[in-house]
């Protein structure tokens, strides 16, 4: 199975910036869809970013369009998750998650299947 691990969570006061990564292990061949998610206890998960192999489409949620970038390294089969300007309510536990199939359908969680154990964030 694959597994992913992330890093770079923290906590952190409110304008400032964290840089998420997430590494995957035992892959035969780099995923075709990364994202990112996020969920705060109570709340349904949010889709937070994707990003296709290709690295041309990506998606942002409204909530963080202009604020966050997603980036991948699809040699290490890595996606990271440059986050700027953070606001009290980006704070959350902040998931990466792969897919290995296709299509990639962004930041609909149901085409991932494979998840990280999860990195808090917390802005104050």
């Known amino acids: 199975d694959v597994q992913l691990v992330e890093s770079g969570g923290g906590s952190v006061q409110v304008g400032g910036s964290l840089k998420l990564s997430c590494v995957g292990s035992n892959y035969i061949y780099s995923s075709y869809c990364k994202g990112w998610f996020r969920q705060v206890p109570g709340k349904e998960r949010e889709g937070v970013a994707s990003i296709y192999i290709g690295g041309h489409s990506t998606t942002y949620a409204d909530s963080v369009k202009g604020r966050f970038t997603i980036s991948q390294d699809n040699a290490k089969n890595a996606v990271y998750l440059q986050m700027g300007n953070l606001q009290p309510e980006d704070t959350a536990m902040h998931f990466c998650?792969?897919?290995?199939?296709?299509?990639?359908?962004?930041?609909?969680?149901?085409?991932?299947?494979?998840w990280g154990q999860g990195t808090q964030v917390t802005v104050s």
């Open positions: 998650a792969m897919s290995f199939q296709l299509p990639c359908l962004g930041r609909d969680e149901r085409a991932y299947d494979s």
